[in-house]
């Protein structure tokens, strides 16, 4: 599914499959230390769904995600819902929405050229350039969406 994506839209990207699991942030720096990680969290409110994309150094600002959505609470989307929702387990979901889930991304993210993500499996990582997560986004919005590093 998500090497369909890729080849269709001709994105510049690589699949790398692991011997060990690299579903948390932390599990794929130790497995890949090329380039920095983002995070792909699957976010429910009351009007839907929303992925929030970060650097995996970054924790989610939920008032902030509220605010933009202008909703009362947000909240994370349970294992079954990020399964069903983009189709992924938690842990494996890619910074493009394949399935018409809208986007948030943190501007930091693109202060690297090259990011690694959740690859669709809890093996696999997705190596892609940053440029191309906000053209392959569903309805994405570029946001500080990030607590200060002062309040993680």
């Known amino acids: 599914m998500l090497e369909d994506f890729i080849e269709t839209n001709e994105i510049m990207a690589e699949i790398k499959v692991f011997d060990v699991e690299v579903k948390t ?7 890949e230390q ?14 839907g769904f929303v992925l929030a994309i970060l650097l995996a150094t970054q924790k989610v600002d ?28 938690v842990g494996a979901v890619p910074p493009i929405s394949i399935y018409g889930t809208p986007s ?14 959740g690859g669709g499996t809890k093996f696999a990582l997705l190596k892609m350039q940053s440029k191309d997560i906000l053209t392959h986004a569903y309805e994405p919005l570029v946001e500080k969406i990030a607590l200060p590093p002062a309040t993680r």
């Open 25 to 31: 942030s932390a599990q794929a720096e130790l497995a």
């Open 34 to 47: 090329s380039h920095p990680v983002v995070k792909t969290i699957v976010l429910a409110h009351d009007k």
């Open 62 to 89: 939920f008032s902030a995600i509220a605010h933009l959505l202008k909703t009362a609470h947000v909240r994370l989307a349970t294992p079954g819902e990020v399964e069903e929702v983009p189709g992924y387990e």
């Open 104 to 117: 948030l991304i943190d501007p930091a993210v693109f202060n690297h050229p090259w990011v690694l993500a």
